[in-house]
């Protein structure tokens, strides 16, 4: 069913149940999260481009027999594909404005054969740059990666350096790490929680002649408190954590910390998040970081790694700057008075720490020396980027590999994996095909992204 409609990318002649006509420009990308089936579809109707997500079902009642009506999740569903329309309701989203549906029952060409549990589509495929790419050579096809993969360093640079205007280096860097522990879906409150609850502040708490150990309760207590992710800020939580002592001291420090607007427990994506990524592990992760680069600071001490380490091998003092081990409550626990099956003491791990690295602490310091200036660092922070080996793979890299047709092996850069996440946000996503220009890298042009 979804390899069907998505044959139909670029097909002219197609309308909307409505009588609307509609054109496909980017398909989109398999959600594997919560929403609709298919991530950043961009799709040409009268009222001009329009981009969101796309649900794709076998009948068009399925909407309302899954109860997709209730869910806000599906509020960026801007086409709703089926098989058969087989309903009188409109697909209504949550916010209730309508989405169009498309049945593509009329474009098969054999609709009968649904018996046999077989249904043919247009032969072809729907992707231009899949054949394009297969006839380009391997240097030219890495050559366009790479260059793709520098143009998303220097852009992220660029935001950091508008951000430095603004804000303190040590905030700013701050704020972009705790955003990068958020992952995707808890990146917004992250960033909520890094302004609302500044560096300085948390830095001021980490002093003092007390133990680690109280430093750790200290600053989880005002983190946590300020996300509003406490049990007694939580309605499912409080009567489950009575007689937890851990919980018994972060309430207690809460209480009797200076008043702070708290968060809202809604405010955070709570639902189907891998236990290694849950927002209270990730954010007693920082409070360990806090109390490590509480003497030097955190901006200084990266400079100086980066400074002392070759550029051979040197992402692995890097990510060992990032990298936490619980040794207390989080060693065993996975939420408030939910244990873990194994001991999982590990809160900020090697992949997520070298994710870090590429997408926060390189771009940054890169920024931060053009400011200072230095150029040494400057200079040494692209060739450490350049040289860092390939990331864990994601949903996005993994989305462009298969659209391109491209071989595991040539992606085996963090360059290069960047370089796919340039192109899907900058052009397939937002529906420029006509303006990626692998069709001239087939010529032997030099392009840019």
């Known amino acids: 069913m979804v390899e069907i409609w998505q044959r139909l990318t670029g097909r002219a002649g197609l309308t909307t149940a409505g009588g609307e006509p509609i054109r496909i420009i980017y398909p989109g990308r398999k959600n594997d999260g919560r929403g609709a089936d298919f991530r950043d579809a961009v799709i040409a109707t009268s009222q001009g481009t329009i981009k969101g997500d796309i649900e794709v079902h076998i009948r068009s009642s399925d909407w309302?027999?899954?109860?997709?009506?209730?869910?806000p999740a599906y509020n960026r569903v801007i086409l709703h594909v089926v098989m058969w329309h087989d309903s009188k309701a409109a697909t209504e989203l949550?916010?209730?404005?309508?989405?169009?549906?498309?049945?593509?029952?009329?474009?098969?060409?054999?609709?009968?054969?649904?018996?046999?549990?077989?249904?043919?589509?247009?032969?072809?495929?729907?992707?231009?740059?899949?054949?394009?790419?297969?006839?380009?050579?391997?240097?030219?096809?890495?050559?366009?990666?790479?260059?793709?993969?520098?143009?998303?360093?220097?852009?992220?640079?660029?935001?950091?350096?508008?951000?430095?205007?603004?804000?303190e280096a040590s905030q700013c860097l701050y704020q972009g790490i705790m955003g990068?522990?958020?992952?995707?879906?808890?990146?917004?409150?992250?960033?909520?929680?890094?302004?609302?609850?500044?560096?300085?502040?948390?830095?001021?708490?980490?002093?003092?002649?007390?133990?680690?150990?109280?430093?750790l309760a200290r600053l989880q207590a005002l983190l946590l408190g300020t996300a509003g992710l406490l049990p007694s800020q939580r309605q499912n939580r409080h009567r489950e954590c009575q007689d937890d002592e851990w919980v018994d001291k972060l309430e207690g420090l809460w209480a009797a910390s200076p008043d702070t607007k708290a968060m809202s427990e809604d405010d955070w994506y709570l639902f189907k998040v891998r236990p290694n990524n849950f927002p209270l592990r990730r954010i007693a992760a920082m409070s360990y970081l806090i109390i490590r680069y509480r003497e030097r600071g955190m901006v200084e001490q990266v400079v100086a790694v980066i400074k002392e380490t070759p550029v051979s091998g040197g992402y692995l003092k890097l990510e060992k700057g990032l990298r936490v081990t619980a040794h207390s409550y989080w060693a065993s626990h996975l939420d408030f008075s939910l244990d873990s099956k194994t001991n999982n003491p590990t809160l900020l791990g090697r992949w997520r720490a070298a994710d870090i690295v590429v997408n926060v602490l390189?771009?940054?310091?890169?920024?931060?020396?053009?400011?200072?200036?230095?150029?040494?660092?400057?200079?040494?922070?692209?060739?450490?980027?350049?040289?860092?080996?390939?990331?864990?793979?994601?949903?996005?890299?993994?989305?462009?590999?298969?659209?391109?047709?491209?071989?595991?092996?040539?992606?085996?850069?963090?360059?290069?994996?960047?370089?796919?996440?340039?192109?899907?946000?900058?052009?397939?996503?937002?529906g420029k095909c006509n303006f990626c220009r692998l069709s001239q890298l087939k010529a032997g042009h030099h392009v840019q992204v």
């Open 180 to 215: 990068a522990l958020g992952y995707v879906k808890n990146k917004p409150p992250m960033l909520k929680l890094a302004r609302r609850l500044p560096l300085q502040i948390l830095q001021s708490i980490a002093q003092g002649e007390v133990s680690d150990g109280e430093r």
């Open 64 to 71: 309302q027999t899954h109860r997709h009506h209730q869910d």
């Open 362 to 430: 390189l771009p940054f310091v890169f920024t931060w020396s053009k400011l200072e200036p230095q150029p040494e660092v400057e200079r040494k922070t692209l060739e450490l980027y350049r040289g860092y080996p390939r990331l864990a793979a994601n949903t996005v890299e993994r989305h462009m590999i298969k659209q391109l047709g491209l071989n595991n092996s040539l992606v085996n850069s963090a360059q290069r994996q960047q370089g796919l996440i340039h192109i899907y946000n900058t052009l397939c996503s937002q």
């Open 94 to 167: 949550n916010n209730g404005k309508p989405a169009p549906i498309l049945a593509l029952d009329k474009y098969l060409e054999v609709p009968s054969c649904h018996r046999a549990g077989v249904v043919r589509s247009p032969a072809g495929s729907s992707m231009p740059c899949l054949e394009t790419a297969k006839g380009l050579a391997t240097n030219t096809l890495t050559d366009f990666l790479d260059s793709a993969g520098e143009r998303r360093f220097r852009g992220k640079a660029a935001q950091f350096q508008a951000e430095l205007s603004q804000t």
